[in-house]
T-cell receptor, first 113, second 109 residues
Framework: DAGVIQSPRHEVTEMGQEVTLRCKPI?????LFWYRQTMMRGLELLIY????????DSGMPEDRFSAKMPNASFSTLKIQPSEPRDSAVYFC???????????FGPGTRLTVL | GQQVMQIPQYQHVQEGEDFTTYCNSS?????IQWYKQRPGGHPVFLIQ?????EVKKQKRLTFQFGEAKKNSSLHITATQTTDVGTYFC?????????FGTGTSLTVIP
């Protein structure tokens, strides 16, 4: 298995633009997590899915953020409209069972100008 | 908000010295995990502790879970430059997953 795949690896956009981050989980992993990492706030859980269903989105900062998991092989995190304070590294992580080892993707470094 | 505190936030050591990071929770934990993130990289799972007072070793790394299951520590003996990175504790509670604030380790050759 290639591990968790994220795209793009880097994204630079202007304020107000829509940004879509993508994640392909490890096959067979029922849980998928989206995290945001910044120097100020550390590693924050935004939302997680179990069997493609969103379970807890209490970490999503505001309505500009949305996440979907249309099938077991794909998830997206969308920011619309983006703002400079959204600049961060966004990680997708998956695991076969909640509470166990999480496997992280390489992350997407987002810069909003 | 952040519920898992780690100390210290930063640590600079001379190569060969030991290093310890501590993770503290205000509530009893069912288990705790440790991750390492290299500069520019992503968090990588190191270990999970479950039992009260548990001690696990991975080569030069020693992990401990407190007797009251409210704290944990990671100790590295004789650090090497390959140990550079940020070490995070992490835990699952109330169907949420929390990462600690992390300890950034710099090893001076």
């Amino acid at each position: 298995d290639a591990g968790v795949i994220q795209s793009p690896r880097h994204e630079v956009t202007e304020m107000g633009q829509e940004v879509t981050l993508r994640c392909k989980p490890i096959s067979g992993h029922d849980y998928l997590f989206w995290y945001r990492q910044t120097m100020m706030r550390g590693l924050e859980l935004l939302i997680y899915f179990n069997n493609n269903v969103p379970i807890d989105d209490s970490g999503m900062p505001e309505d500009r953020f949305s996440a979907k998991m249309p099938n077991a092989s794909f998830s997206t995190l969308k920011i619309q409209p983006s703002e400079p304070r959204d600049s961060a590294v966004y990680f997708c992580a998956t695991n076969p069972g909640f509470g166990g080892e999480q496997f992280f993707g390489p992350g997407t470094r987002l810069t909003v100008l | 908000g952040q519920q898992v505190m780690q100390i210290p936030q930063y640590q600079h050591v001379q190569e060969g010295e030991d290093f310890t990071t501590y993770c503290n929770s205000s509530t009893t934990l069912s288990n705790i995990q440790w991750y390492k993130q290299r500069p520019g990289g992503h968090p990588v799972f190191l270990i999970q502790l479950v039992k009260s007072g548990e001690v696990k070793k991975q080569k030069r790394l020693t992990f401990q879970f407190g007797e009251a299951k409210k704290n944990s520590s990671l100790h590295i003996t004789a650090t090497q430059t390959t140990d550079v990175g940020t070490y995070f504790c992490a835990l699952a509670r109330d169907n949420q997953f929390y990462f600690g604030t992390g300890t950034s380790l710099t090893v001076i050759p």
